[in-house]
Structures are given as structure tokens and as C-alpha cells.
T-cell receptor, first 115, second 114 residues
Framework: AQSVTQLGSHVSVSEGALVLLRCNYS??????LFWYVQYPNQGLQLLLKYTTGATLVKGINGFEAEFKKSETSFHLTKPSAHMSDAAEYFC?????????????FGSGTRLLVRP | DAGVTQSPTHLIKTRGQQVTLRCSPKSGHDTVSWYQQALGQGPQFIFQ???????QRGNFPDRFSGHQFPNYSSELNVNALLLGDSALYLCASSLLRDSYNEQFFGPGTRLTVL
């Protein structure tokens, strides 16, 4: 079974500050991990993904995430927040090698960026 | 290259009615998945279609059914609508042989049940 926990339904940062959105997962098989962003009244856009190989993954818009197997975490970071980063962020997991094609999503974290 | 498209954008129905939502996958993709996103929650997997067959199903009642056509487009049907079916319905497409399971999402259909 797989699950995702996103700590903090809302995160507020000042423009230019570090962004840290937390994601912990549970998976009985090697996971594939994803971060998606959702702007108001829109669908989901893939920010980045971890499949295999390098554990530090770089994505679009300056975001990156690090897969830490020992901590079962995949936290999303960005060194300097921009007003345009304000959105809902979802962490998701799917199972590698076990034909589990569905994505399991966390409940989301709304990022607020203060001027 | 068109991405995933969905229609309609918005829909209002009353309890007990039936609804059909439509999805066209990204060019070159052969697999379509449907997700329900209730307000303030993450998307929940409904089912996935490949080669016109339901490949996997989430924890949704039989009122939710689907179809995939030879051109890979897909429909989601919901019968006997309940107030709790009000949500954003997202379609995602992918390529089955893509073992990394990268799914591309459409803009969604917002269904309101009164």
C-alpha cells in the first residue's frame, strides 16, 4: 500500500525567502515520486519527478526536491520565493515495477507569498 | 502539440441525474486516467483505461463508469448523481510503455450537483 503525507496545509513565506514544502511517503515497493503545482481553476502541472538515479531532482521554475529513502521523504524547496509561486502544491507517489499505475496524492499545501 | 483537453469546463446537474465528461489525451499517448478532486483535497484515482479496457480501478462505486475509444479519447460517466459528487474531475494521459508513469493532466471539468 502507498500513501503520502504533506505536513502543513498552508505555508506562508515572504517574497525572496526560502520555500520548503514537506512530503513523506509510505510505499511497499520502490517509489516513483512527483510534485505537481495547481494554480486556481486549473489542472495539475508537473514540477519535477524522481524515478531512479540521482536523488536530488531539479524541476521547473527553480524548484528542486531530494529523495531521502532513510527518511521516506521528498521535500520540495526553492531558494527564493516569487509572487508567482503562490499556488497549491501536491506530492504524489506511484509504484515502480508493480504495475500500480495510479498516482496517490497528498492533501496538498497551499503556498502563500507575502510581498 | 495539443495537450490534454477536457469538456465541458463547467457543468451543473441535480441529484439523481446522469453526467458524461470527455477527455482527449495528449498526442501520442495511449492511456487515460480519471481523478476526482473534491474541494480542498488532493485528487483521488477513479480508474485507468488502456486499449479500450479498464486497467485499474480506485475505490469508487459502480455509478462511476468509463469508456475509451479507438482514438484513445475517453468518457467518464456518473449515474444517480449525489451532492458529494460535486468536484473537479481531472483527466490525465500517459504512455503505457513509459515505465516512469508520467501523467499529463487536463484543466478539468468542474461538476456541481445541486
Amino acid at each position: 500500500a502507498q500513501s503520502v503525507t504533506q505536513l502543513g496545509s498552508h505555508v506562508s513565506v515572504s517574497e525572496g525567502a526560502l520555500v520548503l514544502l514537506r512530503c513523506n511517503y509510505s510505499s511497499s515497493v520502490p517509489p516513483y515520486l512527483f510534485w505537481y503545482v495547481q494554480y486556481p481553476n486549473q489542472g495539475l502541472q508537473l514540477l519535477l519527478k524522481y524515478t531512479t538515479g540521482a536523488t536530488l531532482v531539479k524541476g521547473i521554475n527553480g524548484f528542486e526536491a531530494e529523495f531521502k529513502k532513510s527518511e521516506t521523504s521528498f521535500h520540495l524547496t526553492k531558494p527564493s520565493a516569487h509572487m508567482s509561486d503562490a499556488a497549491e502544491y501536491f506530492c504524489a507517489v506511484s509504484g515502480a515495477l508493480d504495475s500500480s499505475y495510479k498516482l496517490i496524492f497528498g492533501s496538498g499545501t497551499r503556498l502563500l507569498v507575502r510581498p | 502539440d495539443a495537450g490534454v483537453t477536457q469538456s465541458p469546463t463547467h457543468l451543473i446537474k441535480t441529484r439523481g441525474q446522469q453526467v458524461t465528461l470527455r477527455c482527449s489525451p495528449k498526442s501520442g499517448h495511449d492511456t487515460v486516467s480519471w481523478y476526482q478532486q473534491a474541494l480542498g483535497q488532493g485528487p483521488q484515482f477513479i480508474f485507468q483505461y488502456y486499449e479500450e479496457e479498464e486497467r485499474q480501478r480506485g475505490n469508487f462505486p459502480d455509478r462511476f463508469s468509463g469508456h475509451q475509444f479507438p482514438n484513445y479519447s475517453s468518457e467518464l460517466n456518473v449515474n444517480a448523481l449525489l451532492l458529494g459528487d460535486s468536484a473537479l474531475y481531472l483527466c490525465a494521459s500517459s504512455l503505457l510503455r513509459d515505465s516512469y508513469n508520467e501523467q499529463f493532466f487536463g484543466p478539468g471539468t468542474r461538476l456541481t450537483v445541486l
